[in-house]
């Protein structure tokens, strides 16, 4: 078995970033775009710390790790919230029929 | 690389680490596989789960222990939660399904591809190298969870603090109706 280095996790992260794209892209549920956009928010995180671990031995890969998954926190807290006035005006959370400019 | 050399020296715990990246990064992305695929929103954000659980055991892997909590307790536990409620609270049945066009689909799929050939031809294609520019060698001893706390609470206080911030500014707009 080949040694696991800087370039598994790479190409581990890139296989989730390209998921999570095609996730956000063929959604239709906005909740399912959002969960697109945690997996590359987590795939980010994974290169994160591993150029941490294999890079520079320090622990400023996982600070900024902390910061991403705070503000994904966040992120998706707001995103629930436009989504609820979304449902509330429209009565479903289809995208395609996000297309009124009036509330 | 000098498969070789680099086989002397590694030891029985080093081929079990290998195996456990093996198992964990096949949890996550045949999880991440099954969020793109299936229809059903509820198990799209089961699928998640496994995702989450499986980048865990890696940051594990990656002596990010602090990390790898962290992510098991504010991601599985509170952000994949309010997915879930928003889930119920926004559809009129759980089992509601939205398919995209077939075109769509196959659109996608194509530019996702291309997107993943893309990065990983230019990761370990040697146009960068990553070991000339690794500022210490693979095998020093890993940072400690203490280390990492110490950092978030001195060298990074400030970005730290905007960062609740922006929690706190998501809860009022939340609140606000």
Redesign the interface.
Same mark, same amino acid.
């Given at each position: 078995m080949l040694a696991v280095g800087l370039s598994h996790y790479l190409v581990l992260s890139a296989l989730l970033f390209s998921l999570g794209v095609v996730c956000m892209a063929t959604k239709r549920n906005a909740i399912g775009i959002l969960i697109g956009v945690e997996l590359v928010l987590n795939s980010a995180n994974v290169n994160l710390i591993a150029f941490s671990k294999f890079q520079t031995g320090l622990v400023d890969g996982q600070v900024f790790a902390v910061f991403v998954i705070l503000l994904a926190a966040a992120e998706a807290a707001l995103a629930i919230a436009i989504f609820m006035n979304f449902y509330n005006n429209l009565q479903t959370v289809d995208v395609d029929r996000g297309d009124v400019l009036r509330g | 690389m000098d498969?070789v050399a680099?086989?002397q020296g590694?030891s029985l715990k080093?081929?079990m680490?290998?195996?456990a @990246?093996?198992i964990f990064?096949a949890i996550? /992305?045949a999880s991440?596989?099954g969020? /793109?695929v299936s229809q059903n929103?509820v198990r799209?954000?089961l699928f998640?789960l496994g995702?989450?659980g499986g /980048?865990a055991g890696?940051?594990f892997l990656?002596?990010?222990n602090?990390?790898a909590v962290?992510?098991l307790i /504010?991601?599985a536990g509170?952000?994949l939660i309010?997915?879930v @409620?928003? %889930?119920m609270?926004?559809?009129?049945s759980p089992w509601a399904e939205?398919?995209?066009p077939k075109s769509?689909?196959v659109?996608?799929?194509f530019?996702?591809?291309l997107?993943?050939i893309g990065?990983?031809s230019l990761?370990?294609s040697g146009e960068v190298n990553?070991a000339a520019?690794?500022?210490?060698?693979?095998l020093?001893t890993?940072?400690k969870v203490a280390?990492?706390g110490e950092?978030?609470l001195t060298?990074?206080l400030v970005? @730290?603090e905007v960062?609740?911030t922006? %929690?706190g500014?998501?809860?009022l707009?939340?609140t606000e109706k």
């Open positions: - | 498969s680099a086989e590694r080093d081929h680490d290998d195996l @990246f093996y990064a996550s /992305v991440a596989f969020v /793109v929103i799209t954000a998640l995702t989450l /980048v890696l940051y990656l002596d990010a602090l990390i962290i992510q /504010v991601y509170g952000t309010l997915i @409620f928003g %889930i609270l926004t559809s009129k939205f398919k995209p769509q689909i659109l996608a799929a530019v996702g591809l997107m993943f990065i990983t990761t370990l990553w520019r690794a500022t210490k060698t693979p020093a890993s940072p280390e990492a950092a978030l060298t990074y970005p @730290f960062d609740l922006a %929690i500014a998501a809860y707009a939340k």
